[in-house]
């Protein structure tokens, strides 16, 4: 029987949603050596507007490619916490920036909170926040080593923000493991 993940992360376009589900489904690919597919969705709007990004994770090969049932849920904005939220089953790990998602904390999932978008303005960005929350989610989840993810980062990072994006991640990294306690 194949095993699965499916990761839907959502936000808002200009957070790095897409670009961090292009990580993601690399960090699997070329890293890890798994299948993944990896579909996008967002708005008309260049940068405000919904976005979504799907990877599905496998260790057999992917027919359908469309997340059905994520088993992680990740949310940097309100608005697509509020869309994908009711989508999702109990088993659901949501994790969600707490400065910008208020979550229904009447539902049975395992939520997991991360300030990424405080966290990249302290280290002087908030463009990284998806690197933040790329750290996180590798300190959090056992889909995909940190080590393939911090190797997918670094591969696709504009050139000369290396240290910055690495700084980001093991920020993210670091919440994780203090969250775990």
Same mark, same amino acid.
């Given at each position: 029987?194949?095993?699965?993940?499916?990761?839907?992360?959502?936000?808002?376009?200009?957070?790095?949603?897409?670009?961090?589900?292009?990580?993601?489904?690399?960090?699997?690919?070329?890293?890890?050596?798994?299948?993944?597919?990896?579909?996008?969705?967002?708005?008309?709007?260049?940068?405000?507007?919904?976005?979504?990004?799907?990877?599905?994770?496998?260790?057999?090969?992917?027919?359908?490619?469309?997340?059905?049932?994520?088993?992680?849920?990740?949310?940097?904005?309100?608005?697509?916490?509020?869309?994908?939220?009711?989508?999702?089953?109990?088993?659901?790990?949501?994790?969600?920036?707490? =400065?910008?998602?208020? /979550? !229904?904390?009447?539902?049975?999932?395992? #939520?997991?909170? +991360? @300030?990424?978008?405080?966290?990249?303005?302290?280290?002087?960005?908030?463009?990284?926040?998806?690197?933040?929350?790329?750290?996180?989610?590798?300190?959090?989840? =056992?889909?995909?080593? /940190? !080590?393939?993810?911090?190797?997918?980062? #670094?591969?696709? +990072? @504009?050139?000369?923000?290396?240290?910055?994006?690495?700084?980001?991640?093991?920020?993210?990294?670091?919440?994780?493991?203090?969250?775990?306690?």
């Amino acid at each position: 029987m194949a095993h699965n993940h499916e990761i839907r992360l959502c936000g808002f376009g200009g957070q790095g949603i897409i670009l961090a589900g292009y990580i993601i489904g690399q960090a699997a690919t070329v890293y890890e050596g798994v299948n993944a597919v990896f579909t996008q969705d967002y708005g008309p709007e260049a940068r405000g507007g919904a976005c979504r990004a799907d990877v599905i994770i496998s260790d057999q090969l992917v027919n359908y490619p469309y997340v059905e049932n994520p088993s992680v849920l990740v949310a940097l904005s309100q608005a697509g916490y509020d869309k994908y939220y009711r989508d999702i089953s109990p088993d659901t790990l949501v994790i969600v920036d707490e =400065d910008l998602v208020t /979550p !229904d904390r009447t539902a049975g999932n395992q #939520l997991l909170t +991360v @300030p990424a978008w405080r966290l990249a303005g302290e280290l002087g960005r908030v463009a990284v926040a998806n690197v933040v929350l790329l750290g996180f989610f590798a300190g959090v989840t =056992d889909v995909i080593s /940190p !080590d393939a993810i911090k190797k997918s980062i #670094l591969a696709s +990072v @504009p050139k000369g923000t290396e240290e910055l994006n690495t700084n980001a991640f093991e920020r993210g990294f670091a919440h994780a493991q203090e969250t775990r306690g």
